[in-house]
């Protein structure tokens, strides 16, 4: 299994990115983006589940803003991330794994993951 993410890149407050991740190898029950901030943990940002219906789930600072997707046919996973801030300016990885519902924000819950990719805002 391999995740390969692309498409981040500086932009401004305010602005749009569209991050994907290509994934390769076997279907699994979740796929999610985390970030890390400089000097921070990694932090869960929003994951897509096959659990119940394609179930989204996002942490509280991006809902709203982002959206996570999951194209079958091309096997990506994409992350659009609109009105940016500063604050949002992170290493952003996807992820993908099998874990339990109460784990699906969990970096725990995760098993195979890409090398990320940088996200900067400017203000």
């Known amino acids: 299994v391999q995740l390969q993410a692309s498409g981040g890149g500086l932009v401004q407050a305010g602005g749009s990115l569209r991050l994907t991740c290509a994934v390769s190898?076997?279907?699994?029950?979740?796929y999610a983006w985390f970030r890390q901030a400089p000097g921070k943990e990694r932090e869960f940002v929003a994951a897509?589940?096959?659990?119940?219906?394609?179930?989204?789930t996002y942490t509280d600072s991006v809902k709203g803003r982002f959206t996570i997707s999951r194209d079958n046919a091309k096997n990506t996973l994409s992350l659009q991330m609109n009105s940016l801030k500063p604050e949002d300016t992170a290493v952003y990885y996807c992820?993908?794994?099998?874990?339990?519902?109460?784990?699906?924000?969990?970096?725990?819950?995760?098993?195979?993951w890409g090398q990320g990719t940088l996200v900067t805002v400017s203000s």
């Open positions: 897509i589940t096959s659990y119940s219906s394609r179930k989204t």
């Open positions: 992820a993908s794994g099998d874990p339990i519902i109460i784990y699906v924000s969990a970096s725990e819950g995760y098993r195979h």
């Open positions: 190898g076997r279907t699994f029950r979740s």
